[in-house]
């Protein structure tokens, strides 16, 4: 399965933007994690399709919403009210067995990830 991402660019604080995933095959579910120069990857939202329920870190609940369509497999991930400590290279990644549904927030529940997209939040 390949990921491709979309979406990320340069923002002032307080604006939005949106991303995009696409993958190639069938997933279970799909995440997106990001990762901020010096620090480590962290979670920030999954949809499971079957059960249709999304999954969020506690840091981006009411601004960011997942969504995507299960037949096309694509995942966006809509941010609003975008922070300066939202900076980062965001990734999208897919889940072949489900394990969304039980560890939404662990990098070992996907199969396989996307290459980046650079989300940069100005002040």
């Known amino acids: 399965v390949q990921l491709q991402a979309s979406g990320g660019g340069l923002v002032e604080a307080g604006g939005s933007l949106r991303l995009s995933c696409a993958a190639s095959?069938?997933?279970?579910?799909m995440g997106w994690f990001r990762q901020a120069p010096g620090t480590e990857r962290e979670f920030v939202a999954a949809i499971h399709w079957s059960r249709g329920s999304t999954y969020y870190a506690e840091f981006v609940k009411g601004r960011f919403t997942i969504s995507g369509d299960k037949a096309k497999n694509t995942v966006a991930l809509q941010m609003n009210s975008l922070k300066p400590e939202d900076t980062a290279d965001y990734f999208c990644?897919?889940?072949?067995?489900?394990?969304?549904?039980?560890?939404?927030?662990?990098?070992?529940?996907?199969?396989?990830w996307g290459q980046g997209t650079q989300v940069t939040v100005s002040s």
């Open positions: 990644a897919a889940d072949l067995r489900g394990r969304i549904l039980y560890y939404s927030s662990r990098d070992s529940s996907y199969d396989y």
């Open positions: 095959g069938r997933t279970a579910g």
